[in-house]
């Protein structure tokens, strides 16, 4: 930080860690606790690190100048971060959640697809530079959740699997070792595989129903809802609208290394350019006749690559037609220009 120069006389420097961003603005936590603060000026450059054009998400670690008002002066750089597609056009990107260590794909161990969501979110989180964790929930309601955890363990590759029961509080002990003081986790899964129920466990909370504490029609929480969440054990949890609802979007690398015993299954392919379809000598298909690689898995790579294909194209459609119509402006502004 010293290369940030020294501060006016009277000023302080501190870092500090990114709640809340509204705009212009955000919650930061603090060593002191937490305060409000604007965004500095060298945070509104578009294009320049250290945010490369992009805005301020909840995660980051930042630079704070005192005393109040508060401004964010720097940014430092991001270790990991989740991204998602916007609504409107999807072909924008959000940045919803950076500097995650570990993040938990929780899936419920009564949830169908299982294998095949938990495939798709160890994409997203691979893609995020977090390192997954697999959390089967709902551990009560299986009969054999340690059989349930061999199978996801097949696709995790290497990935760890806990089972968890948020209501027993079995298997929850296992989770202690990736909240410790300095480490920040995050979770993602489905509406209503239990990360509510497993967030308030980890905070500390008794969970009698998650139904009984809520109020509102969405069903949320109505206590006030904070994104950066100290947990007792020393860590931080962040919980956000956006990590929430977070889907595959643009996770080509992170689709790679889900899929890391495909992907290396097709440097065996006779043709360099197999497409894994009815070529022959191709060691996929080869290797699903065979029973080393599960079909539906094979299936599952196939369906997540075209999406990514899909995005890709869609993308380079959008650069197109913001070209003609970079185009198209500046003919009519020439056009308007009178005549001499
Ligand atoms: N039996 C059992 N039920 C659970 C467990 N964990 C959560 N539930 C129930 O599952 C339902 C959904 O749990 P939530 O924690 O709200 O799920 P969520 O993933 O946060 O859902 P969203 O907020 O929609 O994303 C609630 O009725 C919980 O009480 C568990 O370990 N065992
Ligand atoms: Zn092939």
New binding site residues.
Partial sequence: MAALGAAAPGQVRFPGRVGQVDRGAATVLTPDGELRAQLGPRLFKDGEPPLGGAQLATGDWVVVGGPAPHLILDVLPRRSAFVRGTANRRTESQIVATNVDTVFV?AALTGEQRLRRIERYLAVAWQSGAQPVVVL?????HPDPAGAAEEVERIALGSPVHT?????GEGLDALDRYVEPGRTVALV???????????NRLRGEEVL???EVRSDFK??HTTTHRELVPLPGGGLLIDTPGM?ALAVWDAEEGIDKAFADVESLTGACQFRDCRHQDEPGCAVRTAVVTGSLDADRLGNWEKLRREQRMLELRQDARARSEDKQRIRTRARALKKRPHR
């Fill in positions: 929780v929930s709902k551990a009560d309601l968890v029961s948020s209501r027993t899964g489905l509406s209503g595989v239990g990360k509510s129920t497993l967030t129903s998650t139904q069903g949320r929430r």
